[in-house]
C-alpha cells in the first residue's frame, strides 16, 4: 500500500484515540464531534482492513494491528512536530555540518581567522572545507553538498554574491630570475615564460590575467597550467618561469621560497572575491551566521 492513498488525518486521529481509549476524549483533542471521529475511524478501517479498535464500556479496545501501529504513529507525530515547531538558532549550541568551497589562495589567507570565529561563535558546530575542483565535480550551489563558495562570483538561476574585497595580484620570479627584481620594460614582459593556476580542467591557457596583457597589446607566452598556487609558485622558484600570485598568498608564501615581485609597465589588477551562495540557503539561520563569520574574517585581514 502507497502512503499516497492514506489520508494522513486519519492516522492523527487514530494516534489521539489510541492515546486517550476514547472516541469522546479524542474528539475534544481535536476540537470535533465525536460522530467525526468514529467517521474517520470508519473510513480508515476501510483503507487498512482491521476494526482497529472495538468499543468497552464507555471507552476502546484496540486490536493488535492498532498496537502495533501505535509506537510507529507516536514516534513518526512526534518528530514531525518536533521539526515543525523547532526552537529558535542559538549558534552556540548548533551541531550542524557546514561545507564551505574555497580556492587555496582564500584558505591561506582567511582559513584560520574563519576556524577561529567558528571555535569561538559556533564552537559545536563542524565546517568541512572542499577546494574548487570539489566544487565543480560536486556540482553548484543548488544541491546539498556545498553551502557556501568564497573566490570569482559564480552565475546561475538562485544564486546570491556579495563582494568580499578585491585581491591584488603580483607577477613574481625565483629570486635568481635575470629580472629579479627589476621593473620590467614591454619588451622584456613579453620575453617572459609563465606558468598560470587553473583550478578547473580546461584546453585553453587563460586566466584572468590575460586580459591585461591583451588590453595592453603585450603577448603573453604561457607555456603551463597547474591546478594550485603552491605548484605554480614553486615552478617560478625554481625556473625561468614566472607566475601571478594573489597578494596574500605571496605575503604568507612569497619569502619561504625566496621569490620576488616583478615590476611592469601594465596597471595594477585584481580579482574581485566574493561569497556566493543559493537561493535554497539564503534565510537558513546556520548558514547566515557563517556568512556573518566569513565577513568578519576577511574584514580582520589587510
Not at 523547532?86 to 580556492?103: E, H, I, K, V, Y
Request: hydrophobic share 45%; with cysteine; proline share 7%.
Amino acid at each position: 500500500m502507497s502512503i499516497s492513498s492514506v489520508d494522513l488525518n486519519l492516522l492523527l486521529t487514530l494516534h489521539i484515540v489510541l492515546r486517550e481509549r476514547s472516541v469522546a476524549r479524542a474528539a475534544q483533542q481535536l476540537h470535533v464531534t465525536p460522530s467525526a471521529v468514529s467517521n474517520a475511524l470508519a473510513r480508515l478501517r476501510g483503507v487498512l482492513g482491521d476494526p482497529l479498535v472495538t468499543r468497552k464500556g464507555r471507552g476502546i479496545v484496540p486490536t493488535p494491528r492498532a498496537l502495533e501501529l501505535a509506537p510507529v504513529l507516536e514516534r513518526t507525530l512526534l518528530e514531525l512536530e518536533s521539526a515543525i515547531d523547532a526552537q529558535p538558532f542559538d549558534a552556540a549550541r548548533s551541531t550542524r555540518l557546514l561545507t564551505l568551497a574555497m580556492g587555496e589562495a582564500a584558505q591561506i589567507a582567511w582559513l584560520v581567522p574563519i576556524a577561529g570565529l567558528m571555535q569561538t561563535e559556533m564552537p559545536r558546530a563542524r565546517l568541512r572545507v572542499v577546494g574548487i575542483d570539489s566544487l565543480v565535480s560536486l556540482g553548484d550551489l543548488s544541491g546539498p553538498e556545498v553551502d557556501l563558495h568564497i573566490g570569482v562570483k559564480g552565475r546561475g538561476p538562485g544564486m546570491h554574491a556579495e563582494h568580499l574585497r578585491d585581491e591584488p595580484l603580483a607577477l613574481v620570479a625565483g629570486s635568481k630570475h635575470r629580472f629579479a627584481p627589476r621593473r620590467l620594460t614591454r619588451t622584456q614582459l613579453s620575453g617572459l615564460r609563465h606558468v598560470i593556476v587553473q583550478m578547473v580542467p580546461s584546453r585553453s591557457f587563460r586566466d584572468p590575467v590575460s586580459a591585461a596583457y591583451e588590453q595592453a597589446g603585450i603577448e603573453r607566452q604561457v607555456v603551463m597550467a597547474v591546478p594550485t598556487f603552491t605548484a605554480a609558485a614553486a615552478l617560478a622558484a625554481a625556473t625561468d618561469l614566472v607566475t601571478s600570485l594573489p597578494a596574500s598568498f605571496l605575503a604568507a608564501r612569497g619569502a619561504k621560497l625566496r621569490l620576488r615581485e616583478l615590476k611592469t609597465p601594465l596597471p595594477s589588477h585584481s580579482v574581485p572575491i566574493s561569497m556566493c551562495w543559493h537561493e535554497r540557503t539564503h534565510n537558513d539561520p546556520a548558514l547566515v551566521k557563517l556568512r556573518t563569520l566569513v565577513r568578519s574574517a576577511v574584514a580582520c585581514r589587510p
